[in-house]
């Protein structure tokens, strides 16, 4: 069970003409510089009167942006792209209560998405179907994890589906 590979860690490895990852840009990381170099620039050549509120404002509102700037530059955030319709896998998860654990994996294995909803849903996190897919269904993965000893344990292996699969998880989805 601790074997198996997240959908991230096969979907990084996965070959190129068929799924891609993105970071986010960095022109938000420049515009945040830009701006924070800009008010600190703003204080430091206008001359403000000794009591101004406006002068400390600037100052810390420049620092501010210049620190967004390196959160936003380092902590940006990666997406993965369908190659053939460049469209983003959007990540969807399913909770489930403990006791279908084994339903769920004959579910999957069989390709009976649609018997999905007979399954006991649970508000825990202890049990989840993770799902990630693009809006049209055209690339579908999917995977079952489960909470213990105070970790996520991938269950199966990540599962690729067929077009008709795809469609049962966005007709579950629209109805969640």
């Known amino acids: 069970m601790e074997s198996n590979k997240s959908i991230e860690q096969v979907l990084e490895t996965m070959d190129s003409t068929i799924i891609y990852k993105k970071k986010k840009s960095v022109f938000t990381s420049v515009l945040y510089f830009l701006l924070g170099v800009s008010l600190l620039g703003i204080n430091s050549l206008l001359t403000w009167e000794p009591n101004s509120v406006i002068s400390p404002l600037l100052f810390m509102s420049g620092l501010i942006f210049l620190v967004v700037t390196i959160f936003a530059f380092f902590f940006r955030k990666n997406s993965f792209l369908a190659t053939q319709s460049n469209q983003v896998l959007k990540s969807h998860s399913f909770h489930f209560d403990m006791n279908e654990l084994n339903k769920l994996v004959r579910l999957l294995e069989g390709g009976y998405i649609n ?16 799902v990630l ?14 909470f213990m000893n105070h970790e996520y344990v991938n269950i199966t292996t990540v599962k690729r589906h067929s077009q008709a699969e795809a469609e049962e998880f966005l007709r579950i989805i629209k109805r969640k």
């Open 133 to 146: 897919m693009t809006d049209d269904g055209s690339l579908c993965f999917s995977q079952v994890i489960t």
């Open 115 to 130: 018997e999905l909803k007979a399954l006991k849903p649970s508000i825990a996190h202890a049990l989840k179907l993770q």
